[in-house]
């Protein structure tokens, strides 16, 4: 009798181990699929033709001070932007504030072509002074592409700024209750076809940080990261961030520092 | 005078691959802005594509192909130092050339 139970368990055991099997080798087939369409997207990914745009905006001279952006210092010394992105957020002496791409950007029209960041702050996203900042951020951020990210929060108020957007992260609230960690903090899981990074981990942090700016096939849209992080705060129905404010810079630093070692694939291309 | 295109020409075995990115809205004409106006149709009704002064490729496309499209294609023959060369026309008559050598 006994032994005819523990038979039926292990009969059971096995035909729900061969169910899984099928269902994972389903699931795979399906994640093949996406995978290779996201492949022929690389291709000829639109994004080049905001870089395009956004390296003639940074050594175009323009503002009242009638400079370019070419002296402007992104952390790697004044006029260098090769693998400057991959190193961003970080604090800058000259500001005494930790600044992603941005804001940085922002300071950098203030201080050298005497522009004043408040039209850039206030415009829509879809508006012609934050399509400027969108393209400024294309061009930069494909000049760190295929450098490894490195960001390792040192300065006092760097690891104030980690700890800050790690809270953020992890802060529950609004009308629908959510946190971020509600859609980014369980591993493996995903929305219709959208796999969820893990963003507490090194290649799910990875994966949101080093993809974005990335253009947006679905809706013809070059986005910057600190248009996606809106968005993630409109999704919640939290109230939505003032653009380069301290809250967004604090969770960029917080995907950065946990990408650290992995690499920049910007400018992305997303479905 | 739309933005500059993208293009990029490789040979290999006696075949030329053609890669063109092209900067344009592509407008459907189906479109209502935020006042529930249509937006008039806005779109790349023709495209020529020659290497070495030869017409390889031409198409007539319609409102159905995606903003900022992308196109590729092979042909038979061309080597490196050749000269591609890609036309469109939009239906306002707005017209475009760039080019690029085949590596």
Redesign the interface.
């Known amino acids: 009798m006994v032994d005819r139970v523990s038979v039926g368990v292990a009969a059971f055991l096995a035909v729900s181990a061969v169910a899984a099997t099928a269902y994972a080798q389903q699931k795979d087939a399906a994640q093949e699929g996406i995978e290779a369409y996201r492949e022929a997207l690389q291709d000829g990914n639109p994004a080049e033709l905001y870089e395009a745009t956004g390296e003639e905006l940074w050594k175009t001279p323009a503002g009242p001070k009638k400079a370019s952006l070419e002296q402007c210092d992104l952390g790697l010394g004044p006029g260098v932007v090769k693998g400057a992105y991959a190193r961003l957020p970080r604090h800058f002496q000259d500001t005494d504030r930790v600044q992603d791409l941005e804001s940085r950007l922002l300071t950098c029209m203030e201080a050298l072509q005497g522009k004043d960041p408040k039209p850039y702050v206030e415009a829509a996203f879809t508006a012609p002074p934050k399509e400027e900042m969108i393209a400024l951020a294309a061009y930069v951020s494909g000049q760190s592409k295929g450098d490894p990210i490195a960001v390792t929060p040192k300065h006092p108020k760097e690891q104030a700024m980690y700890d800050l957007g790690k809270r953020m992260f992890y802060y529950q609230g609004g009308p629908y209750d959510f946190s971020c960690a509600t859609c980014h903090g369980q591993e493996g899981t995903r929305i219709r076809l959208q796999d969820l990074p893990y963003i507490p981990g090194t290649k799910g942090a990875a994966a949101g940080w080093g993809s974005w700016p990335a253009y947006r096939v679905s809706a013809g849209q070059m986005w910057s990261m600190q248009w996606r992080l809106n968005d993630c705060f409109r999704q919640q129905r939290f109230p939505e961030p003032v653009y380069t404010s301290d809250a967004t810079i604090a969770l960029s630093m917080f995907m950065a520092a946990n990408a650290s070692g992995e690499t920049m694939k910007t400018p992305g291309i997303k479905r | 005078m739309g ?2 295109m ?1 293009i990029r020409a490789s040979a290999k075995d006696g075949v030329t691959e053609i ?1 063109i ?1 092209m ?1 344009h809205e592509m407008e459907t004409g189906q479109r209502k802005d935020a006042n529930g106006t249509v937006i008039p149709a806005w779109f790349i009704n023709e495209i020529t594509a020659k290497l070495d002064g030869k017409t390889v490729m031409q198409a007539q496309w319609g409102p159905s192909i ?3 499209p ?1 196109l ?1 294609f092979k042909v038979k023959g061309g080597k490196a130092g050749d000269k591609v060369s890609v036309t469109w026309v939009d239906n306002r008559g707005d017209t475009r050339t760039d080019e690029a050598a085949v590596t």
């Open positions: 933005n500059p993208k890669k990115l900067s995606s903003k900022n992308y590729a």
